[in-house]
């Protein structure tokens, strides 16, 4: 059976890295994207350069009938979903909890939480021996924020990575028997768009090892809990943050 993964905000960062990284392993892969439709093409024709088959496919992690429209659009493109990689976040901004719009508030949690809920939602539909499905393994994104609270500037996307560990926990328990494995990378400071440049500098010599992560080594640990070599991982947040806490 061939291994078709899902990688939600694919087209950059982390997600752009993961999607070549299963693609390289033998994977077909479904890049979504929301609004960067130039840079999840990139991805896929680099992705058929090398090899490999790939889509793009569009869906807004806040709207639920695009989430079931994409996952209902990669089978009929690509065959039966057996890997789903939640990656799709943003950060909300960076502001103290007392400076928060009910508007941010709501933003954040509905595509760092929601979103991931309802792609896990149909991802087990799919996936479930109880559904009929063949089993698969599902990759939640956290942070190490989640541990670390980002007092001052992220406590609201810090809030929203602790729900997505909450989740995975509570899911791998909950589908554990059903052939799904549900595992969770919580990445330390990255070399992405998201962190904004000075605050990525400023705190590199927080980091043991002393510089930030490349994309491709968050990949790397994805790739592994994705795999067959982590047959026997469920539930776990591996942490990959360079011996920061």
Not at 74 to 87: C, F, H, K, R, S
């Amino acid at each position: 059976m061939d291994k078709v993964t899902l990688v939600t905000g694919g087209s950059r960062g982390i997600g752009a890295a993961t999607a070549k990284a299963c693609a390289a392993a033998g994977h077909k892969v479904a890049v979504n994207y929301v609004n960067g439709n130039d840079a999840a093409e990139a991805v896929v024709a680099a992705i058929e350069a090398a090899g490999g088959t790939a889509m793009a496919v569009r869906a807004d992690m806040a709207n639920e009938a695009e989430i079931v429209t994409m996952f209902e659009t990669v089978e009929a493109e690509l065959g039966p979903i057996t890997g789903l990689v939640n990656n799709a976040g943003i950060n909300g901004g960076q502001a103290r909890v007392d400076e928060l719009t009910d508007a941010a508030i709501a933003e954040v949690l509905n595509i760092n939480v929601r979103g991931c809920f309802l792609c896990a939602r149909e991802a087990v539909k799919r996936m479930s021996t109880r559904h009929g499905g063949h089993g698969g393994a599902i990759v939640n994104i956290s942070s190490g924020s989640a541990k670390l609270g980002n007092p001052g500037s992220g406590v609201l996307y810090a809030a929203s990575k602790g729900a997505v560990n909450s989740l995975t926990i509570g899911l791998s328990q909950e589908v554990g028997g059903e052939g799904i494995r549900v595992n969770a990378v919580a990445p330390g400071l990255t070399e992405t768009d998201m962190p904004a440049r000075e605050k990525l500098d400023g705190a590199v010599n927080t980091v043991p090892m002393g510089r930030a992560a490349e994309p491709e080594e968050i990949a790397a640990a994805i790739l592994f809990l994705l795999s067959d070599d982590a047959s026997y991982v469920a539930g776990a947040n591996l942490r990959v943050g360079g011996g920061r806490l």
